[in-house]
């Protein structure tokens, strides 16, 4: 059984600086390329959360997956991006979500063609089953939606008629940006399920719980309720539900 909760510092995070084999300055959460830490393989279904910095005129070719679940959430910049479903090149900015299910296999490039740099979160998530058909969505979520309140950007085969986006695997994630100190955001965390709350930007009050600073992030598997609250003047975060294992 997993603690109540265990903070991971942005310290504590392997953090690569970009060079030629790799164009991004990435901070990894979990083992992944070349950070191998056997206590940090996942937490639940999440196997992968990345926080990339792609360097201009950089980026990730074209490259496959398969069996896997694949959200990319953009923070700063603009991203290129192009996938073998739908063959089509488009470039995103902030706001935007990309939801993929890799299933039986698809590939895709991620490209920063600007002049400036373009931070993104790439977060994989392990599927329910493997194999079956593939899918590329992508939408893009103005400020309003999720200024100091809680916005539902995907969701899973149970609410999909109900979330903008969904993957395959039984998860939900969730985006706020707090701007107003008076505001108060509740998150509500089901008996039988865990979180994964990263603080993307600023620093965010979890009212029980440690202060979150940019980068910082909280595994969480107690159950009741949340309240964020705002630390400064803006943050920023993310958080990723899911069945408790």
Same mark, same amino acid.
């Given at each position: 059984?997993?603690?109540?909760?265990?903070?991971?510092?942005?310290?504590?995070?392997?953090?690569?600086?970009?060079? =030629?084999?790799?164009?991004?300055?990435?901070?990894?959460?979990?083992? #992944?390329?070349?950070?191998?830490?056997?206590?940090?393989?996942? #937490?639940?279904?999440?196997?992968?959360?990345?926080?990339?910095?792609?360097?201009?005129?950089?980026?990730?070719?074209?490259?496959?997956?398969?069996?896997?679940?694949?959200?990319?959430?953009?923070?700063?910049?603009?991203?290129?991006?192009?996938?073998?479903?739908?063959?089509?090149?488009?470039?995103?900015?902030?706001?935007?979500?990309?939801?993929? =299910?890799?299933?039986?296999?698809?590939?895709?490039?991620?490209?920063?063609?600007?002049?400036?740099? %373009?931070?993104?979160?790439?977060?994989?998530?392990?599927?329910?089953?493997?194999?079956?058909?593939?899918?590329?969505? /992508?939408?893009?979520?103005?400020?309003?939606?999720?200024?100091?309140?809680?916005? /539902?950007?995907?969701?899973?085969?149970?609410?999909?008629?109900?979330?903008?986006?969904? &993957?395959?695997?039984?998860?939900?994630?969730?985006? =706020?940006?707090?701007?107003?100190?008076?505001?108060?955001?509740?998150?509500?965390?089901?008996?039988?399920?865990?979180?994964?709350?990263? %603080?993307?930007?600023? =620093?965010?009050?979890?009212?029980?719980?440690?202060?979150?600073?940019?980068?910082?992030?909280?595994?969480?598997?107690?159950?009741?309720?949340?309240?964020?609250? &705002?630390?400064?003047? /803006?943050?920023? #975060?993310?958080?990723?539900?899911?069945?408790? /294992?």
């Amino acid at each position: 059984m997993k603690a109540s909760h265990q903070k991971i510092s942005a310290s504590e995070l392997y953090y690569l600086p970009s060079s =030629s084999m790799h164009p991004a300055n990435t901070r990894f959460h979990f083992s #992944f390329a070349n950070y191998y830490n056997p206590t940090r393989m996942n #937490f639940g279904a999440l196997r992968v959360l990345n926080d990339d910095d792609v360097t201009p005129h950089s980026g990730f070719g074209r490259h496959p997956h398969r069996d896997m679940e694949i959200v990319s959430y953009i923070v700063k910049g603009q991203l290129t991006h192009w996938d073998s479903v739908t063959n089509v090149e488009e470039t995103i900015g902030r706001g935007h979500v990309q939801a993929i =299910s890799a299933g039986s296999g698809i590939s895709h490039s991620e490209l920063n063609k600007q002049n400036d740099w %373009c931070r993104f979160l790439q977060i994989w998530i392990m599927p329910s089953k493997k194999g079956g058909p593939v899918r590329y969505h /992508h939408q893009q979520f103005e400020l309003q939606e999720r200024e100091n309140k809680l916005l /539902h950007i995907v969701g899973n085969p149970k609410n999909k008629n109900t979330s903008p986006l969904y &993957l395959n695997s039984d998860v939900n994630l969730y985006v =706020s940006e707090l701007t107003d100190s008076r505001a108060i955001v509740e998150f509500e965390l089901q008996p039988g399920r865990q979180a994964y709350i990263n %603080c993307i930007e600023g =620093s965010i009050n979890i009212e029980g719980y440690p202060l979150l600073n940019e980068r910082d992030s909280l595994e969480l598997s107690a159950a009741g309720k949340i309240n964020f609250s &705002l630390q400064g003047s /803006h943050a920023h #975060f993310i958080i990723i539900e899911m069945e408790s /294992h």
